[in-house]
C-alpha cells in the first residue's frame, strides 16, 4: 500500500506541474464538536458511563485550480452514548492528496487522480457507494487510489482500488471497480435542440475477501456399520463481482431512471450463508411543473447485502447503500419508527408523491396560495421458497435457509406473505397572513417491527398528528411553535410532543421542547403506561461562521435513520454542548 501511494503521489506531482504560477492556494476546513455531561436515569434507562463524552471532528483542506489535499481529524476517545466500542479511539482516518489535468468542465481532455482515502459513488449506490454520515456512525470510505478521466465530450469514466475504512481499521479486502458514463445528447445535436438529455451508465466493483475461518461444522451421518463424524466448509468465493447499467433521460417537464444490479454468489451471515447471486432492479418516474410535482418510482431486490467483512452485521463494512423509498421525517413522532432497507431479505418497494400549489387568490388558496403534498410508501416482502435441504449436507439453518445451497427460489412479480411497512402522509402549508404560517400533517403507519428491528413487537398501527405554526412578530423576531400526537395500542402507546422556539435574528435561539409517553399498550411487553417525559432546553448563539448551543434533557432511546439506513441510539440524560465552525 505504500508503494502504491508514493508512486501516485509521483504522478500527482507530474499533474501540479501543469498548474499556473498565479493560482492562489486557499486553506478551508471546519470544526463540528458534540459534547455530554452525562447523568444516569434509571427511569428512562440511561447510564453515566463517563463523566464527559465527545464527538469532535477537525477538517483542512488545501486547494488551488489543479491540487488539492485534505485531512480530517476525529476525537471520539470518550464517545457519546451509541458510540462506544468499536467507535472508541482518535486519529486522522481521512486524508488524501488529489491532481487535476485540464479543466472538466471544458469539453477537452481533463483527468483526476486521488491517492489516500476518497468516498465514490457509481450510480444510485447499488453496488457501490461510500460516504460520510457522522450522526450514523458511517464512515466506509476507501483507501487507495481513484482515477477520473474525461476522453471527450459527454464521457466520463472512472476507476478504483482500496481497502474499506471499518471504524479505526481497514479491511483486509480489496475493493476495485469501474463506472463510465455517456450524455448521448452531448453527440446528437437533435437532441440538444429538442431540450433532451440522454445519459447511459455501466460498473463493476470486485470484492477480494478471503475465506471465513469459523464457517465449520460436524455433522452426524449414517453409515452401514453406525455413524460418523465429518467437518464440513462452506466454500466462499475469494472474489464477488457486481455491475450495475442504467440510463436516465430528462426531457422537458419529464424525467425517467431505469437501474439493473446484479452481485455474485457470496455466502455470508447477513444472508444464511447460501449462494445465489442478488438483484436489484429499479424504476423512477417524476413530473414537475409550475404549482405541480408528480414522483413515481419502485424498486425490487433480494439478496444484496455487499460487504468488505462478511462477518460484519449492521451499517459497518457495506460496499452499497439501497434507498429506502420511504420519506425521511423531520418531526419528532413521524421519525419514531423510521424504515430500514431489507438487504439481504430483499423487498419489493413502491413510493408515490404528489405536491400541488393552488393559486393565490382562489377558494382553496385563499390570499398567499396553499401547498399540498402528499406521499405514499409501500414495502412488501418478495416471494422465497426455500429450499428443504434434502439433497445436499445442512451445515446449519439459518433464517428458513440451508448454509451451503442457494437458499430459495422467488418469483420476479409475486410478493411474499409480510407487509414490512406503509405510511401515507399529508402535509397542508398555507400562508394566513404576511406574519403567519401554518404547517399541517397526518400520517397513518403500518410499522412491522419484527421484521425491521427483530425480535417481537409484530405490526404497530400508528396515526401522526403534526400542527406547525410560525409568527414573525417583527423583522428579527420569529416565534414557531409545534404540537404532535401519535395514536397506537401497540408497542408503548400514545406519544405526545410539543415545541416552542424563539429565533432573535441573526444572533440567537431559544427551544424547548417535551415528548411524553402519554398512551396505554395493550401489549405483554408494557403491560403499564410509562408515562416518561423526554424534555429539552437549548440556547442557540451564531455569530460569523461560529456557532454555538447548550442545553439540558433527556433523549429517548430508539433509532436514528437516514435514507434507510438506521443505528439504535440508546436513551441519555445531560447536559449538552455543540460548537460548529467553518472557514
Not at 413521524?334 to 408515490?352: C, K, V
Not at 406503509?422 to 394566513?432: A, M, N
Request: charged letters at 20%.
Amino acid at each position: 500500500m505504500v508503494r502504491i501511494l508514493l508512486a501516485v503521489a509521483a504522478i500527482l506531482s507530474a499533474f501540479t506541474a501543469h498548474a499556473q504560477s498565479d493560482n492562489k492556494l486557499t486553506l478551508s476546513g471546519s470544526v463540528q464538536s458534540e459534547m455530554l455531561v452525562p447523568q444516569g436515569d434509571s427511569d428512562i434507562g440511561a447510564e453515566k458511563t463517563e463523566d464527559f463524552q465527545t464527538n469532535t471532528y477537525v477538517d483542512l483542506r488545501l486547494q488551488q485550480k489543479y491540487f488539492e489535499a485534505g485531512a480530517r481529524l476525529e476525537y471520539l476517545e470518550h464517545p457519546l452514548p451509541g458510540f462506544e466500542g468499536d467507535f472508541k479511539g482518535w486519529g486522522v482516518p481521512h486524508f488524501y492528496v488529489k491532481g487535476r489535468l485540464g479543466d472538466s468542465s471544458s469539453d477537452r481532455l481533463s483527468a483526476e487522480l486521488t491517492a489516500g482515502t476518497f468516498y465514490e459513488q457509481f450510480g444510485s449506490g447499488f453496488i457501490l457507494r461510500t460516504y460520510e454520515e457522522r450522526s450514523l456512525g458511517i464512515d466506509n470510505s476507501l483507501l487507495g487510489a481513484r482515477l477520473m478521466v474525461k476522453p471527450a465530450k459527454g464521457i466520463v469514466v472512472k476507476a478504483l482500488s482500496g481497502r474499506q475504512r471499518t471504524y479505526w481499521d481497514w479491511s483486509d479486502a480489496w475493493v476495485s471497480g469501474a463506472d463510465g458514463e455517456l450524455s448521448v445528447s452531448e453527440w446528437v445535436p437533435s437532441m440538444q435542440r429538442h431540450g433532451v438529455n440522454l445519459t447511459l451508465g455501466a460498473s463493476w466493483v470486485n470484492k477480494n475477501e478471503a475465506q471465513d475461518d469459523m464457517l465449520q461444522k460436524n455433522v452426524r451421518e449414517t453409515t452401514a456399520t453406525g455413524y460418523r463424524y465429518t467437518t464440513y466448509q462452506v466454500i466462499q468465493p475469494r472474489n464477488v463481482n457486481a455491475w450495475d447499467v442504467r440510463a436516465q433521460m430528462n426531457a422537458g417537464n419529464v424525467s425517467l431512471l431505469a437501474e439493473y444490479a446484479q452481485k455474485g454468489d457470496d455466502p455470508s451471515q447477513a444472508n444464511g450463508y447460501i449462494y445465489g447471486k442478488g438483484n436489484v432492479a429499479m424504476l423512477s418516474a417524476s413530473y414537475s411543473r409550475k404549482g405541480l410535482s408528480l414522483l413515481l418510482q419502485t424498486k425490487r431486490s433480494e439478496n444484496m447485502s455487499f460487504k468488505s467483512q462478511r462477518a460484519r452485521l449492521g451499517i459497518a463494512a457495506a460496499i452499497n447503500h439501497l434507498p429506502s423509498f420511504t420519506q425521511d421525517q423531520t418531526y419528532a413522532l413521524a421519525a419514531i419508527y423510521p424504515y430500514a432497507t431489507q438487504l439481504a431479505d430483499g423487498e419489493w418497494a413502491y413510493q408515490a408523491e404528489l405536491g400541488y400549489n393552488f393559486k393565490r387568490k382562489t377558494a382553496l388558496g385563499g390570499k398567499y396560495g396553499m401547498n399540498v403534498k402528499v406521499n405514499y410508501s409501500y414495502v412488501r416482502a418478495i416471494d422465497r421458497q426455500f429450499s428443504d435441504g434434502a439433497d445436499v449436507i445442512s451445515l446449519a439453518k439459518t433464517n428458513n435457509a440451508y448454509a451451503g445451497t442457494e437458499g430459495y427460489t422467488s418469483k420476479f412479480f409475486k410478493w411474499g406473505p409480510q407487509t414490512y411497512y406503509q405510511d401515507l402522509d399529508i402535509q397542508l402549508s398555507r400562508k394566513f397572513s404576511k406574519a403567519f404560517r401554518l404547517n399541517l400533517m397526518y400520517m397513518n403507519q403500518r410499522y412491522n417491527k419484527t421484521v425491521i428491528e427483530g425480535g417481537s413487537g409484530g405490526i404497530i398501527h400508528s396515526d401522526i398528528f403534526v400542527a406547525d405554526g410560525k409568527y414573525q412578530f417583527a423583522p428579527k423576531t420569529t416565534l414557531r411553535v409545534e404540537a404532535q400526537y401519535l395514536s397506537t395500542r401497540q408497542d408503548e402507546g400514545d406519544w405526545a410532543f410539543a415545541l416552542a422556539e424563539l429565533s432573535l435574528a441573526p444572533h440567537w435561539m431559544f427551544t424547548i421542547s417535551d415528548m411524553w409517553n402519554c398512551g396505554d399498550s395493550d401489549m405483554d411487553a408494557y403491560p403499564e403506561n410509562t408515562h416518561h417525559h423526554y424534555y429539552q432546553g437549548l440556547v442557540t448563539f451564531n455569530t460569523g461562521a461560529h456557532r454555538l448551543q447548550a442545553g439540558y434533557g433527556r433523549t429517548r432511546a430508539g433509532f436514528n435513520c437516514s435514507g434507510g439506513v438506521c443505528r439504535w441510539i440508546p436513551a441519555q440524560k445531560g447536559f449538552t454542548l455543540s460548537y460548529n465552525y467553518s472557514f
